[in-house]
């Protein structure tokens, strides 16, 4: 796979274009094929915390939620967690510090707007895609449990937040399902919570290809086999939570990445393919109508805001392990967290190929802001070219597969504005937008149960929509020449300041 070039921006009235594209025109190297493989890789970066004993009643959520919302914090390993099977781990906070560069394949210097588009030019845009192969064994078959033997509860999974509904062992997960009449294999990521031993309960929320999947499944009264992996790598973690398209299976993607297949097993019971290398993994049917009480879970806007409600449940026929497991945990907290980082880097790439690819010209950066988790917030830059542009790079943003479910506000701005950079997307909209004319308000727009500002009267009746504003905050295009200058120095300007006075700023 080779990296795609990216043009320089043209420089524009207001001095500068900002260019992500210069130091990320690397092609990615993933130096793993698995979590373990992904754990020695933090070590040699020194990021990695070991820490014995904690409980997964409580302890384990309470350090995730402080580590998760620094990027300087380590990826914590909680091992000896008391009532667990011996040797079994968890392990929080994968995608900080300079672990996330690794992740995705990058060299650690190159920032995070540069790293998404790293993201976007070598396999985000062109999703070069590799076919699964399957193998005969691997290391998910060293511990087997079926039948009576079946116990997910012996695993660390911990109860996150104080007021969850109960202990969840999907968050860092994915859920395996095969489309029945199309027959393609979907990975996604949905919390799933234990019931008991032998149960599980896991929420999708209306739209994602794994629900389109399951509620096929429910119209035809069949019951829908699920296998669920805890403690995949990290990059297929990262694809299976992410806007790939319908269709296209996220294994194929990550084989893409990689230059090489994901390796899988066809797990015993339902003979969905699971990666041979993977940690945990859970198999089993949903029932059409078995359903129970899931949640309520604190969930990635910071509420919980969905309560609880009946939900599918897992029957589990079958749990296989490797010695001394890890689970991944990813737990959402009020943003911005862990999940707001990596997910802006995925979804901004995602976010500028999918508008691009709606035909959009013009379009130099995107971000999906972290404090919206990378969906309530979303900026778009354009140079633009024509009367209109700007808004309809708007509205493609504000309407395509990354950006559709769960948005709130779009705003649109010039090139000469940093995308990443919330208090420059800020002040653009505050010097360069005109309340009264520049925002629209798109209704009835694709949202979720968890979405807070939905009225409860409008939940209970199942109307998850929303509305979305999208706001021009560019120079009006008709006198876009008249607008007045901006007193930022130019590119050269700064260049030579650096070189004359840079010294006054070290030490
Ligand atoms: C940590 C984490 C937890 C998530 N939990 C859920 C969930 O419980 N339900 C859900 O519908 N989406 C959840 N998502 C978002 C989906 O994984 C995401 O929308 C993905 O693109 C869905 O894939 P699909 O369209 O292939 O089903 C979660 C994402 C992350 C990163
Ligand atoms: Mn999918």
């Known amino acids: 796979?080779?990296?795609?070039?990216?043009?320089?921006?043209?420089?524009?009235?207001?001095?500068?274009?900002?260019?992500?594209?210069?130091?990320?025109?690397?092609?990615?190297?993933?130096?793993?094929?698995?979590?373990?493989?992904?754990?020695?890789?933090?070590?040699k970066l020194g990021e990695v915390k070991e820490v014995s004993g904690l409980t997964w009643e409580q302890d384990i959520g309470v350090v995730a939620g402080l580590a998760t919302h620094d990027d300087s914090a380590p990826c914590f390993v909680f091992g000896e967690v008391p009532g667990t099977i011996k040797g079994s781990r968890v392990l929080v906070n994968f995608f900080g510090g300079k672990r996330k560069n690794m992740t995705l394949g990058f060299p650690t210097e190159l920032s995070k707007l540069e790293l998404s588009e790293g993201t976007r030019t070598s396999f985000l845009g062109p999703m070069p895609r590799i076919a699964p192969k399957y193998v005969g064994d691997g290391p998910i078959f060293e511990n087997?449990?079926?039948?009576?033997?079946?116990?997910?509860?012996?695993?660390?999974?911990?109860k996150w937040h104080s007021a969850d509904g109960g202990r969840y062992i999907g968050t860092g997960s994915f859920n395996v399902t095969r489309d029945p009449d199309e027959g393609w294999i979907n990975c996604g990521t949905y919390r799933v919570m234990i019931h008991d031993a032998k149960t599980a309960g896991f929420y999708i929320s209306p739209g994602k290809h794994g629900r389109q999947m399951r509620d096929k499944y429910q119209a035809r009264g069949a019951p829908m086999p699920v296998a669920v992996v805890c403690g995949g790598d990290p990059m297929t973690f990262l694809m299976a939570s992410s806007e790939v398209p319908y269709g296209v299976s996220e294994y194929e993607i990550v084989g893409g990445v990689r230059g090489k297949p994901v390796e899988v097993i066809k797990a015993p019971v339902t003979g969905l393919p699971i990666p041979a290398n993977a940690e945990i993994v859970i198999e089993g049917f949903v029932e059409p109508g078995n359903e129970r009480i899931e949640g309520p879970f604190g969930e990635w806007t910071g509420y919980y805001a969905s309560d609880v409600r009946p939900e599918p449940v897992l029957d589990i026929k079958g749990i296989y392990y490797r010695n001394n497991p890890i689970l991944l945990g990813c737990v959402p907290q009020r943003p911005p967290d862990e999940i707001c980082r990596y997910r802006a880097v995925v979804r901004s790439a995602l976010l500028r190929e999918n508008i691009e690819k709606a035909g959009v010209p013009g379009v130099t950066a995107a971000w999906a802001h972290e404090v919206g988790n990378a969906r309530l917030l979303l900026a778009v830059a354009v140079n633009q070219r024509y009367p209109g542009h700007a808004k309809q790079a708007g509205h493609m943003a504000a309407m395509c597969h990354v950006g559709a479910y769960c948005g709130r506000y779009v705003i649109v701005v010039d090139d000469d504005i940093d995308v990443s950079n919330l208090e420059e997307v800020v002040w653009a909209m505050l010097t360069r937008s005109d309340p009264a004319t520049s925002i629209d308000i798109i209704r009835n727009a694709w949202s979720t149960p968890l979405d807070p500002r939905i009225e409860p009267e409008r939940k209970a009746a199942g109307d998850y929509t929303n509305s979305r504003a999208v706001i021009d905050a560019c120079r009006p295009w008709h006198w876009r020449d008249k607008f007045p200058k901006v007193n930022v120095p130019t590119p050269e300007e700064r260049r030579m300041a650096q070189e004359k006075f840079g010294h006054l700023f070290s030490d």
Request: glycine share 6%; net charge negative; proline share 12%.
């Open 144 to 158: 087997v449990m079926r039948g009576d033997d079946v116990d997910i509860t012996v695993f660390p999974a911990p």
């Open 1 to 43: 796979m080779s990296a795609q070039p990216v043009p320089a921006p043209a420089a524009t009235a207001a001095g500068h274009a900002c260019d992500p594209g210069a130091r990320s025109n690397i092609e990615p190297r993933l130096a793993y094929d698995d979590l373990r493989q992904w754990l020695e890789q933090a070590r």
